[in-house]
């Protein structure tokens, strides 16, 4: 014997009854769905934290003049020229007061932390038991470009960080290019 619901083709009778079935279902396995969701968001956090972190540049520095020199010994004056200026400029008041509000007022404050703060991925140990190796370079797009200028200016500015929070000279930084590292390590003095 046919069903009426479903002998007469315009209506809609079957179609609530699917519904509150459909619902009833999921509802009962409701902690299976509940799981499953739990285990794709742990996935992708387990994944996107093993990934290596990878630093984008927001902005690109020109550092190479318009007009190119015409031998290594111009390019060489025309880059310490650029070195000296930017030096120059970070030590004026209002530039040397945003960057000591940027890495944080108190003097003598943890130097890993800093570091840390400022993307370098310190590790601390690394080729010696008071050398601080920096695993990541922020600056690194722009050191394979202009390797000399950028490490030269890295240095300086870990030097100045280090006296910031480091006074009394415990920690110096010095070049030490090694493959997978910045080119500026950290050891005591």
């Given at each position: 014997?046919?069903?009426?619901?479903?002998?007469?083709?315009?209506?809609?009778?079957?179609?609530?009854?699917?519904?509150?079935?459909?619902?009833?279902?999921?509802?009962?396995?409701?902690?299976?769905?509940?799981?499953?969701?739990?285990?794709?968001?742990?996935?992708?956090?387990?994944?996107?934290?093993?990934?290596?972190?990878?630093?984008?540049?927001?902005a690109y520095m020109l550092v190479n003049p318009s007009r190119?020199?015409?031998?290594?010994?111009?390019?060489?004056?025309?880059?310490?020229?650029?070195?000296?200026?930017?030096?120059?400029?970070?030590?004026?008041?209002?530039?040397?007061?945003?960057?000591?509000?940027?890495?944080?007022?108190?003097?003598?404050?943890?130097?890993?932390?800093?570091?840390?703060?400022?993307?370098?991925?310190?590790?601390?140990?690394?080729?010696?038991?008071?050398?601080?190796?920096?695993?990541?370079?922020?600056?690194?797009?722009?050191?394979?470009?202009?390797?000399?200028?950028?490490?030269?200016?890295?240095?300086?500015?870990?030097?100045?960080?280090?006296?910031?929070?480091?006074?009394?000279g415990g920690l110096t930084a010095r070049l030490d290019p090694?493959?997978?590292?910045?080119?500026?390590?950290?050891?005591?003095?």
């Amino acid at each position: 014997m046919a069903h009426p619901e479903a002998a007469s083709p315009g209506t809609t009778g079957l179609k609530p009854a699917i519904t509150q079935d459909l619902l009833a279902v999921v509802w009962r396995r409701r902690w299976a769905a509940l799981a499953a969701f739990v285990a794709v968001v742990a996935g992708v956090a387990a994944l996107t934290a093993s990934l290596p972190k990878v630093y984008e540049t927001t902005a690109y520095m020109l550092v190479n003049p318009s007009r190119p020199g015409n031998s290594d010994f111009e390019q060489t004056q025309i880059s310490e020229a650029l070195l000296t200026t930017y030096a120059e400029l970070l030590q004026t008041p209002s530039v040397a007061n945003e960057v000591t509000r940027r890495l944080g007022d108190e003097a003598g404050g943890d130097v890993l932390a800093a570091l840390a703060r400022q993307g370098y991925e310190p590790e601390a140990g690394l080729g010696g038991d008071d050398e601080i190796a920096l695993a990541n370079c922020p600056f690194h797009r722009l050191a394979e470009q202009e390797r000399d200028l950028v490490c030269g200016m890295n240095l300086d500015f870990l030097s100045g960080l280090l006296e910031r929070r480091a006074p009394g000279g415990g920690l110096t930084a010095r070049l030490d290019p090694a493959p997978g590292y910045c080119c500026v390590r950290i050891a005591a003095a």
